[in-house]
């Protein structure tokens, strides 16, 4: 397969690595909100003591949801010219289908059914019964990379051996200006709508929340380009910094949205909001898309300036963090179940699963790492 130009990037991009960090963590801490009332599904409900937990805690969940996955993909795409390049169609689907088709052969026979056990016997005192089936839970974003890596790989293929050469004109000598970031939200929230209106936000269909997947697409393919472009190298201080008050500006718009279209009333009127043909949909849609763009952009300057070096221990949990992903589901169940006595207050009781659950998954998947050939597949 024949190569592209590609820019000269050095050996390790630590800030990329420390990004990833943080947004492990963030997932981690997410997942940790969702039995306290943050939005999302989980397999323990402990309920508010009060009634501003829920509320803080979705609208905690809501930020997170509009950048961190995508955050993830834009990532993934940065890096798979040069895995493919590298390697070879043949040897790079061979390493895609290894490194992310045994955690989920191993998710949906053993972690899951952990799980089940832990929720149905440690939780409600009932009986357990091993189950076999396909639910990749949230490994999603790793069945989701498998087919994003086949599709990249095919379309390679096919334009490596096209005699009309297809071009596609993008920035290569700067970052995207701000008018492109601008059509994009706008095509972004545009499209997002048009797919909400047939798959709400929260319903499952193959595995996948269709609802998000506008933005994940769009996050793989300009990872894809940013790589080609150099886009993270070239993105400058004071475009970055507006883009970051941007971000700012629009964090707090999530409430007048809510009080506008009567969230904070009923649960009918929250609905309204996750799909439909609504303005409360497209309003959503808007708002998500533009902190999508905003906090990307800002957290590509942010951690490129102030976090470009890593010492033992960050160099350690980036390491890791992979591991983390495929874990720490358990674990945070684990703890949310064992928390669930505890008479304490709502947000309290989240902040310490979550001080205890991070650490403890960064030690256990450096431990599980050191089973042998474990790198092989958990890099």
């Not at 061979?94 to 149905?120: E, F, K, M, Q, S």
């Not at 904070?264 to 409360?280: I, K, N, P, T």
Request: charged fraction near 15%; glycine fraction near 6%; aromatic fraction near 16%.
């Amino acid at each position: 397969m024949s190569t592209e130009a590609s820019p000269s990037a050095p050996k390790r991009l630590f800030h990329l690595d420390n990004l990833r960090v943080f947004l492990t963590i963030l997932v981690i801490v997410h997942h940790a909100s969702i039995a306290y009332g943050g939005g999302g599904d989980w397999a323990v409900s402990d309920p508010a003591v009060d009634e501003i937990s829920p509320i803080f805690l979705t609208y905690f969940t809501a930020v997170n949801q509009s950048y961190f996955m995508s955050a993830f993909f834009l990532l993934a795409g940065y890096f798979t010219p040069r895995s493919l390049e590298k390697k070879g169609a043949r040897s790079f689907l061979a390493d895609r289908l290894i490194r992310l088709g045994v955690p989920l052969l191993i998710y949906t026979t053993l972690i899951i059914n952990l799980n089940r056990w832990l929720t149905n016997v440690w939780m409600s005192g009932g009986s357990f019964r091993w189950m076999l089936a396909y639910e990749p839970g949230h490994l999603w974003f790793l069945q989701a990379l498998l087919l994003f890596a086949v599709l990249y790989v095919l379309y390679r293929m096919w334009a490596d051996r096209t005699t009309a050469k297809p071009r596609f004109q993008y920035w290569q000598d700067r970052f995207p200006p701000n008018r492109a970031l601008i059509l994009s939200i706008i095509v972004l929230a545009l499209l997002t709508f048009a797919v909400r209106i047939r798959f709400l936000v929260g319903e499952w269909d193959f595995g996948f929340q269709l609802a998000h997947f506008v933005h994940y697409i769009f996050s793989f393919f300009v990872g894809v380009l940013a790589y080609r472009g150099d886009w993270f190298n070239r993105l400058e201080r004071r475009q970055a910094q507006s883009w970051g008050l941007v971000a700012l500006v629009t964090l707090p718009i999530f409430f007048v949205l809510a009080v506008l279209g009567g969230a904070l009333e009923s649960d009918a009127a929250v609905e309204r909001f996750l799909g439909g043909m609504g303005w409360q949909s497209m309003a959503y849609a808007a708002w998500e898309s533009i902190l999508f763009i905003a906090a990307l952009t800002y957290l590509l300057y942010f951690f490129r300036e102030r976090f470009s070096q890593a010492g033992p221990l960050l160099r350690s949990m980036s390491k890791s963090v992979y591991t983390v992903y495929i874990i720490h589901q358990t674990l945070i169940i684990a703890l949310n179940i064992l928390f669930l006595p505890v008479a304490i207050p709502t947000l309290l009781k989240f902040v310490l699963v979550s001080l205890i659950g991070v650490p403890a998954c960064f030690v256990l998947a450096g431990l599980i790492r050191r089973i042998p050939y474990a790198d092989r597949v958990l890099g």
